[in-house]
């Protein structure tokens, strides 16, 4: 069964450009999660899917950051326009859904994006 | 705010000893992860604690959880070099199990030959 996956592995842009990056989660899990670790700093949630619709988004730094998941299967997040304090690793995960019971979350490989 | 913080942040050690790696939050929770992540890999799941007292094992390492205090251990025994890496606890507050995760800032470990 095929994990976490994550498009880019690597993303190098200049400040105000746009960056688009995309996670598949397991098949078949309801939740998808985003985080970011920005160097030297904890790994920080920044949103939760299920399904289709927005959890919790209480982790978005702002207004600049986009997130979404139509039809329920793979994500995208969108920063627009960047600056050079996203810069970081961003990990996407999954989990299976209601009445999984212990709800463990599978990491994908993570983008680390490099704004310049 | 939930806080995680473990300690050390960073541990170098030789192959053979044993040692403790320390996870303390600051909101109650009973859901605990502890994570690997190897150099430019995923974060890996090694444990799930989801009660009081619990305790489980897999090989070399063991993890255990104590609510009331508000601590999680992973404690390493004989090291090999295998198990260098840096290692993650993060905690679930929310009680459905479903939630964001909040991650301390992780163990760098590094284990010589």
């Known amino acids: 069964e095929a994990g976490v996956t994550q498009f880019p592995s690597h993303s190098v842009i200049e400040k105000g450009q746009t960056v688009t990056l995309r996670c598949d989660p397991i098949?078949?899990?309801?939740?998808l999660y985003w985080y970011r670790r920005v160097m030297g700093k904890e790994i920080k949630f920044l949103l939760h899917f299920v399904k289709e619709s927005k959890q919790d988004e209480s982790g978005m730094p702002n207004n600049r950051f986009l997130a979404e998941r139509t039809g329920g299967t793979y994500s995208t997040l969108k920063v627009q326009p960047a600056e050079l304090e996203d810069s970081g690793v961003y990990f996407c995960?999954?989990?299976?859904?209601?009445?999984?019971?212990?709800?463990?979350?599978?990491f994908g490989p993570g983008t680390r994006l490099t704004v310049t | 705010e939930l806080k995680v913080e473990q300690n050390p942040l960073f541990l170098s050690m030789q192959e053979g000893k044993n040692y403790t790696i320390y996870c303390n939050y600051s909101?109650?929770?009973?859901?605990l992860y502890w994570y690997r992540q190897d150099p430019g890999k995923s974060l890996e799941s090694l444990f799930v604690?989801?009660?009081?007292?619990a305790v489980k094992q897999e090989g070399r390492l063991m993890a255990s959880l104590d609510t009331k205090a508000r601590l999680s251990t992973l404690h390493i025994t004989a090291a090999v070099h295998d198990l260098s890496a840096t290692y993650f606890c993060a905690v679930d507050v929310s009680g459905g199990g479903a939630d964001g995760l909040t991650f301390g800032k992780g163990t760098h470990l590094i284990i010589q030959p």
């Open positions: 604690l989801l009660s009081n007292g």
């Open positions: 909101t109650t929770s009973d859901r």
């Open positions: 995960a999954s989990s299976q859904g209601v009445g999984a019971g212990v709800y463990e979350q599978y």
């Open positions: 098949s078949g899990h309801d939740n």
